[in-house]
């Protein structure tokens, strides 16, 4: 079983950067990979980035891409998502999620495992 635990989040202006962490427990952090997804208020839950469980390979949603970056430290059992360029319409809850692979990798049903979630909130 694997435990998640995101921190990071918080107020930023638009433009702005943050990194948000998830911290796992257990032994076999490095047999899953990875994924961060997010959810605004009144939205559905909307697939960020994933890594696979080595770091070698990472995806993300094309309105993220070039401003996220999703990276791991197996060492550290830890991933994270590098937020740049924020904007207003990034506002929402940010969840990592742990999943056996990297098959249907934006379909949040593959992921066993989910974090409580961090806000981040980006004003205008």
């Known amino acids: 079983q694997v435990q998640l635990v995101e921190s990071g989040g918080g107020l930023v202006q638009a433009g702005g950067s943050l990194r948000l962490s998830c911290a796992a427990s257990?032994?076999?952090?490095?047999?899953?990979?990875m994924g961060w997804f997010r959810q605004a208020p009144g939205k559905e839950r909307e697939f960020v980035a994933h890594?696979?469980?080595?770091?070698?390979?990472?995806f993300y949603a094309a309105s993220m891409k070039g401003r996220f970056t999703i990276s791991r430290d197996n060492a550290k059992n830890t991933v994270y998502l590098q937020m740049n360029s924020l904007k207003p319409e990034d506002t929402a809850v940010y969840y990592c999620?742990?999943?056996?692979?990297?098959?249907?990798?934006?379909?949040?049903?593959?992921?066993?495992?989910w974090g409580q979630g961090t806000q981040v909130t980006v004003s205008s």
């Open positions: 999620a742990a999943s056996p692979g990297s098959r249907s990798y934006s379909d949040p049903t593959m992921y066993n495992y």
């Open positions: 257990g032994r076999t952090f490095s047999s899953y990979a």
């Open positions: 890594t696979n469980w080595s770091g070698t390979s990472t």
